[in-house]
């Protein structure tokens, strides 16, 4: 009682498939819709809206069982106006399309639709290394479609798991259909970093960068490459500059950050892996420290590893476990690839079986590639030590660096509890002082994109909080207490009632007394407490 019984999927899918080709299925459309109306109000008006989510879901599967783009179009735009976070979250192609997945059927949808879905399936695939068997064939087959938009695309989902299985030159020929856009030049840039071509693959990144440039028309803060290839651009760079490659590999990390990208797990390992190329371990570690330690997207976890390899080498033995198991997996479903670099690491973790490096070795002579554990050699603690003493020895002999133009100030004020907080940016005067300064909007603090923002800057810069509100309207505010607790040691915080007066901002913790009061005693605090939480105390 009160329970009911449902079809399966996959048999539900079966049927509707079936059904999709019978001359009645039009009727059988129109009968449902009729039934259960999709918008609440049969007459259109200007507040109609959809009943619920489930019936926007239903129109859009049988637009795709009908084959019809312009349908299936015009119900993903009534979804993302009702239902946006649901739609976005929502598996409409894998649940239409792959349960279960008959090539069969697939072929004949429209092309745009299969491309749609191919680049979910497969990408989904690939970040957890699962067989790519049923999609090669049919990817194969586009080598030639000549369609601006999906031949491209789809051309380069095929290259792209040509190389994870280690096909450089094939994936490298059929590139060259596509040089207008620009993700075909990033992944001639991937293939030349395998082959150890690393001049050649840092030119075919900027080139890539410089089509996406063009074709966003954004000319400044281009978004870098939102692939999981874009992920060894900085390693192209490490390997051309070393140390002078910092610079520009924490200018993509953070430009990255602020775009969002599912390989982010790389990237911040990538930035952990710039501060120890300065010497910064305590700041790299910490930050390594942050990374996942799973494995949800197999490239960007390969990234990792091989960060905390340079890093760290012993601590990749804590990896071990895991990159066992991606190495068996990879090698099982076909990635020659991403087996072989998988089984350069775990070589480089002492007490491992022979067979790692072997088939590291001969898979690498096989491919043509270069090995990516050997693009950066990993330095030794003593070596850090020794680098470390060096520059402290050599700190006299040096120039003195020039001073910078800029600087963040922040002006406070702490009395009765009515917190405020102003950042400013000042410019230094031809006699050396500087200029009162002008007010920096906390949208752009927290963007990063003041180059005088120091480390502790950007700290107290991510206890910014956003709001969001209808008609994109968004409010900027500081969480007050995280915020006081990022200012403390701060050397340029000002009264906002008298900007020339220096303030000092300190940590303490209240004390504990205790006091004999008649015949017993009494604990109290030092400060008077009436909540949780952080209070700020004036000295003087």
Known sequence: PGQKLECTRPLLNIVSREAADEKFFPTLVKAIEQELPLFRYRHASYFNYPENFRRCVRQLRLAILARDVEKLNEHIQIGLKHFRQQLMSFELYHTTCREPFDLSWFS?????????????????????????????????????????????????????????????????????????????????????????????????????????????????????????????????????????????????????????????????SLKALAFARQNKMVEARALLAGVPGHHPIAPSYLVSSLATYWISPQSLKDRTSQLTALYEKARKNGYRWIAAELAGLLAAIPHQPAEYRRYHEETMAALSANSLTTLIRPEEEWERCLKALTLLGGKEKRAKPAEKETRLIWEVNFDNSNYYFQPKEQRRTKSGGWTSGRQVALKRLKSGELACMTPQDRSIAETIRVEYYYYGRENLYFDTEKTLLAMVGHPLLFSAWSPNTPVELVKESPQLLVERSGQGYEIKFSVPIQESGVRIVKVG
Request: no cysteine.
């Open 108 to 268: 004949r949808l429209p092309t745009v639709i299969q491309a749609a879905a191919l680049d979910i399936f497969v990408y989904a695939d690939i970040h957890q290394l699962n067989p790519l068997d049923d999609y090669l064939e049919h990817l194969d087959s586009f080598r030639e479609l000549d369609e601006p938009r999906n031949g491209p695309l789809l051309r380069d989902l095929l290259t792209t798991t040509l190389v994870l299985r280690g096909e450089l030159d094939e994936a490298a020929a059929i590139l060259e259909k596509d040089l207008d856009v620009s993700y075909a030049w990033v992944r001639k840039g991937w293939i030349a970093l395998l082959r150890g071509e690393y001049t050649t693959a840092a030119k075919h990144y900027e080139k890539g960068r410089a089509l996406l440039k063009t074709s966003t028309r954004k000319r400044k803060n281009i978004p870098y490459f939102y692939h999981f290839s874009g992920l060894f651009y900085p390693l192209a760079l490490f390997r051309l500059r070393d140390v002078a490659a910092v610079p520009e590999v924490l200018q993509i990390v953070n430009q990255t950050e602020k775009d969002g990208n599912e390989y982010l797990e790389g990237y911040l």
